[in-house]
């Protein structure tokens, strides 16, 4: 399994690691290259990042 950890810096080559999931975002799918890939990873992340926005916008109303 490999995991993305957003806005995080350090070196955790191995490091045993918990990882909770809390949303889900697609189902698993193949990819034919490392751009199309590259391109679900930012997908993958707008899609996160608007969550997180529609998730604080909640708090506060």
């Known amino acids: 399994m490999e995991v993305h950890l957003q806005n995080f810096e350090g070196d955790l080559y191995d490091r045993e ?11 698993i799918k193949k990819f034919e290259s490392a751009e199309e890939l ?21 708090q506060v109303d």
């Open 17 to 27: 690691i918990t990882v909770e999931f809390t949303d889900y975002i697609r189902d």
């Open 38 to 58: 590259r391109a679900q990873l930012e997908s993958d992340m707008q899609t996160l990042h608007k969550e997180e926005i529609q998730d604080v916008e909640a």
